[in-house]
């Protein structure tokens, strides 16, 4: 008789549940959004964009060039001194209220878009990015008439216009950070969406017509890096908000230096999850699962190096890899799809590449027996163990869903491991000793760390790293001082 208590006896297959894109309508061309209308680029240049899950063209979408962004920037610098600078924050909350609102209304569409362009499973658009994104908007609406309380015995003021640069793991999210916040204290701005998931930000844009958003608060320029390059040496930009890799984060960072422009970055990570012997083990493995298999590992905070205390490593181990076998890997449009594709062939190949240095540095590789996709993006959850703190896959991001395991038998031993990385922007500790999360939380030099827990968002908390993770807050009363000059004692 099958014994349904062991593992790997009985398998259970889903039936397919495929999400409808029935809900999503798409152009064949998109131009620029800038002045509130849509325009033809200047640069005349047009790219395509695909379903990473399946290689389909979705839309040709609009590169903007130098010229471009040169009428995005004096289009949002108009609607600054024409009118939005001046509004009471009472009615800048009214839009934000709006735009939220609408983006409840149409979150399904924006799911299934951003699932189709980005290849992220739609149970996760759907029931993490956009109710997050539209709970941006509320709490920053309600932060817009309350500025003067914010920042006790200082008065806000905007800073003018800010040039916004995001990156493919979280569009709608990212944008929803970028413009909620400089919105709520009264700045316009300039958005540039990756090149490879520009069609949320796109759909957005009818968001804002349908708020009735005034024109050129909001202007949005698609395009690649260069777009991206022409919008931080802009002139006429007061701040640079930016979300990517630490690479460009630090050739932005010394661009900017001496030209008085603002600059926030939120940049790459490297994060421990921490397991100690004492912990919940069911619990944290359905944490560390979480943590790094989570949108592909497409998640800068991503508990990418499992420290786990040696006493309990097999077994971590051993119900990590049990678990792993379950997860369903394939059509991110499936409702059941824990793991769905890669963003792009490029990223696919930086994680390939990474995976055999693991393996040619000497590390042990477990991968469950998926069958992938023929078509589209894909890679296995892959786990390593017997790795070093010296091998490239503990020290590299490798932004894909790949688990590098290493040991620790104290605590000290712990933070001096997870403190091991010129990142700084998460961690998670498992234990159930209260006193041992606020010792670790004190040590780990990390700008979140996550107890019996891991990748919890809100918008009231702040999250944002130090070190090579970059500086400055994005979300809560913390997000709102980026984008003010705060005067007075
Ligand atoms: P990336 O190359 O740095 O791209 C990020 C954004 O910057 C994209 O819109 C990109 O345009 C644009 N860009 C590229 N080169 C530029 C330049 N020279 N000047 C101005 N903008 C430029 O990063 P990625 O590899 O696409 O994204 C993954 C990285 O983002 C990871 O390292 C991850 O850790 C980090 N990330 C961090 C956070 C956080 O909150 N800390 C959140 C998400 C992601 P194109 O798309 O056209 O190249
Ligand atoms: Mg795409």
Same mark, same amino acid.
């Given at each position: 008789? !099958?014994?349904?208590?062991?593992?790997?006896?009985?398998?259970?297959?889903?039936?397919?549940?495929?999400?409808?894109?029935?809900?999503?309508?798409?152009?064949?061309?998109y131009g620029l959004f800038i002045?509130g209308a849509w +325009?033809?680029?200047?640069?005349?240049?047009?790219?395509?964009?695909?379903?990473?899950?399946?290689?389909?063209?979705?839309?040709?979408?609009?590169?903007?060039?130098?010229?471009?962004?040169?009428?995005?920037?004096?289009?949002?610098?108009?609607?600054?001194?024409?009118?939005?600078?001046?509004?009471?924050?009472?009615?800048?909350?009214?839009?934000?209220?709006?735009?939220?609102?609408?983006?409840?209304?149409?979150?399904?569409?924006?799911? +299934?878009?951003?699932?189709?362009?980005?290849?992220?499973?739609?149970?996760?658009?759907?029931?993490?990015?956009?109710?997050?994104?539209?709970?941006?908007?509320?709490?920053?609406?309600?932060?817009?008439?309350?500025?003067?309380?914010?920042?006790?015995?200082?008065?806000?003021?905007?800073?003018?216009?800010?040039?916004?640069?995001?990156?493919?793991?979280?569009?709608?999210?990212?944008a929803?950070?970028?413009?909620?916040?400089?919105?709520?204290?009264?700045?316009?701005? +300039?958005l540039?969406p990756?090149?490879?998931?520009p069609l949320t930000a796109l759909l957005l844009a009818e968001v804002l017509q349908d708020a009735?958003l005034?024109?050129?608060?909001v202007n949005i320029?698609t395009?690649?890096?260069?777009?991206?390059?022409?919008?931080?040496?802009?002139?006429?930009?007061?701040?640079?908000?930016? !979300?990517?890799?630490?690479?460009?984060?630090?050739?932005?960072?010394?661009?900017?230096?001496?030209?008085?422009?603002?600059?926030?970055?939120?940049?790459?990570?490297?994060?421990?999850?921490?397991?100690?012997?004492?912990?919940?083990?069911?619990?944290?493995?359905?944490?560390?699962?979480?943590?790094?298999?989570?949108?592909?590992?497409?998640?800068?905070?991503?508990?990418?190096?499992?420290?786990?205390?040696?006493?309990?490593?097999?077994?971590?181990?051993?119900?990590?890899?049990?678990?792993?076998?379950?997860?369903?890997?394939?059509?991110?449009?499936?409702?059941?799809?824990?793991?769905?594709?890669?963003?792009?062939?490029?990223?696919?190949?930086?994680?390939?590449?990474?995976?055999?240095?693991?393996?040619?540095?000497?590390?042990?590789?477990?991968?469950?027996?998926?069958?992938?996709?023929?078509?589209?993006?894909?890679?296995?959850?892959?786990?390593?163990?017997?790795?070093?703190?010296?091998?490239?896959?503990?020290?590299?991001?490798?932004?894909?869903?790949?688990?590098?395991?290493?040991?620790?038998?104290?605590?000290?031993?712990?933070?001096?491991?997870?403190?091991?990385?010129?990142?700084?922007?998460?961690?998670?500790?498992?234990?159930?000793?209260?006193?041992?999360?606020?010792?670790?939380?004190?040590?780990?030099?990390?700008?979140?760390?996550?107890?019996?827990?891991?990748?919890?968002?809100?918008?009231?908390?702040?999250?944002?790293?130090?070190?090579?993770?970059?500086?400055?807050?994005?979300?809560?009363?913390?997000?709102?001082?980026?984008?003010?000059?705060?005067?007075?004692?």
């Open positions: 008789m !099958t014994d349904l208590t062991q593992p790997g006896e009985f398998t259970l297959e889903y039936a397919t549940a495929p999400e409808s894109t029935a809900i999503v309508s798409l152009r064949d061309t002045g +325009v033809e680029p200047r640069s005349g240049s047009y790219f395509p964009t695909i379903n990473p899950a399946t290689e389909e063209h979705l839309a040709t979408v609009a590169e903007g060039g130098a010229e471009d962004i040169d009428l995005a920037v004096v289009a949002a610098r108009q609607a600054w001194e024409s009118g939005w600078r001046d509004l009471s924050g009472r009615q800048r909350a009214k839009y934000l209220y709006r735009i939220a609102r609408l983006l409840q209304e149409r979150s399904r569409e924006f799911a +299934v878009l951003e699932t189709l362009d980005g290849g992220k499973p739609i149970k996760e658009s759907r029931d993490v990015d956009l109710p997050l994104a539209a709970a941006h908007f509320f709490h920053y609406a309600g932060w817009a008439d309350k500025l003067d309380y914010a920042f006790a015995g200082r008065r806000a003021a905007p800073l003018g216009v800010a040039g916004q640069i995001i990156p493919w793991n979280f569009p709608m999210l990212m929803s950070w970028k413009l909620a916040p400089a919105l709520a204290t009264g700045n316009t701005v +300039v540039k990756a090149e490879t998931t009735e005034p024109p050129g608060v320029v395009g690649a890096g260069a777009t991206g390059a022409a919008l931080v040496s802009h002139p006429g930009i007061d701040k640079v908000a930016f !979300t990517g890799s630490t690479g460009v984060g630090k050739r932005i960072q010394a661009e900017l230096a001496g030209t008085g422009k603002r600059l926030t970055l939120e940049l790459g990570g490297k994060a421990a999850n921490i397991v100690f012997e004492d912990a919940a083990l069911d619990q944290a493995v359905e944490g560390i699962v979480n943590g790094i298999w989570f949108n592909q590992g497409h998640v800068c905070c991503a508990g990418s190096r499992l420290l786990v205390q040696e006493s309990v490593h097999d077994l971590v181990l051993d119900r990590l890899t049990t678990r792993l076998d379950t997860l369903r890997v394939g059509d991110p449009l499936d409702k059941n799809t824990d793991i769905g594709a890669i963003n792009s062939r490029e990223q696919l190949e930086k994680i390939q590449e990474l995976v055999a240095s693991g393996v040619d540095e000497g590390a042990e590789i477990y991968q469950p027996d998926c069958v992938l996709p023929a078509k589209g993006f894909f890679h296995a959850p892959t786990v390593f163990t017997s790795v070093s703190p010296s091998h490239r896959i503990a020290r590299e991001e490798i932004f894909g869903p790949v688990l590098s395991v290493l040991t620790f038998r104290t605590p000290d031993e712990a933070v001096e491991k997870a403190n091991n990385t010129p990142y700084g922007l998460s961690a998670g500790v498992w234990t159930e000793k209260g006193s041992r999360i606020l010792w670790m939380a004190e040590r780990l030099r990390a700008g979140v760390v996550w107890a019996n827990t891991f990748n919890q968002f809100d918008p009231a908390s702040p999250f944002g790293g130090y070190r090579e993770s970059g500086f400055g807050r994005e979300g809560g009363r913390h997000g709102l001082a980026p984008y003010l000059n705060l005067v007075g004692a």
